[in-house]
């Protein structure tokens, strides 16, 4: 079966301007989880949702926002982008929300966004 | 906070060899803990877990240990291969439930 996917693969915005990202979980699972990888601070979470409802965030401003969809499709918004959001972004899908000891993860391959 | 920390970020090794990847965590003892591995230009893929009254576990050539007295996880690929080359990454697994990452050891197996 498909796996996770995620579009674009590759973005150039400048400071300022706004950029949704979109992740496809595999089909059946209905948690999608976003994480943020920099060479600094490595891998760090976004936020995760289930069932349309956001179950979890990270330490991030608010300008980081995201959504999922019926078809437990989601997205992730960054407003007033910045020179420090330039990174690859993650989604990951699970077959259910997260709970302690369930949490085996896969990724997509990532969207790389770069800020000038 | 919970910190996790990869002790490396390089290791080069020759083929053939047993790499030993270390991961050390503070403040928290999880319940599970995870290894994944990553390519240039792709996600992370899952390789083990390890629950804490699981002191060793083994998948072919790999071999992860969980050590929850001295907060640390070693994860061991023997007799390795060039195409064993790749970042490796441990992830907390606390409750209520999203990993905890670290930053990554990259492995550079030399034939």
């Known amino acids: 079966k498909a796996g996770v996917t995620q579009t674009p693969r590759y973005l150039i915005k400048t400071r300022g301007q706004q950029v949704t990202l979109s992740c496809s979980p595999i089909?059946?699972?209905?948690?999608v989880s976003w994480y943020q990888q920099t060479p600094g601070q490595g891998l760090q979470f976004l936020f995760e949702?289930?069932?349309?409802?956001?179950?979890n965030k990270g330490n991030f401003p608010g300008r980081f926002s995201g959504r999922q969809f019926s078809n437990s499709r989601s997205e992730m918004n960054v407003s007033t982008l910045e020179l420090g959001d330039s990174a690859l972004y993650l989604c990951a899908s699970t077959l259910w929300a997260s709970r302690a000891g369930a949490n085996v993860l896969t990724f997509g391959a990532g969207s790389r966004l770069t800020v000038l | 906070s919970q910190k996790i920390e990869q002790n490396s970020e390089a290791l080069n090794i020759q083929e053939g060899k047993t790499a030993t990847l270390t991961c050390n965590y503070t403040n928290y003892s999880p319940a599970y803990l995870q290894w994944y591995r990553q390519d240039p230009g792709r996600g992370p893929v899952f390789l083990l877990l390890i629950r804490e009254n699981e002191k060793e576990k083994r998948k072919e050539r790999l071999k992860v240990t969980f050590d929850t007295t001295l907060k640390q996880s070693l994860f061991h690929i023997t007799a390795s291969q060039p195409a064993d080359s790749a970042t490796y990454l441990c992830a907390l697994d606390p409750p209520p439930g999203n990993l905890i990452f670290g930053k990554g050891t990259k492995l550079s197996v030399k034939p």
């Open positions: 949702y289930f069932s349309e409802t956001q179950r």
């Open positions: 089909s059946g699972h209905r948690s």
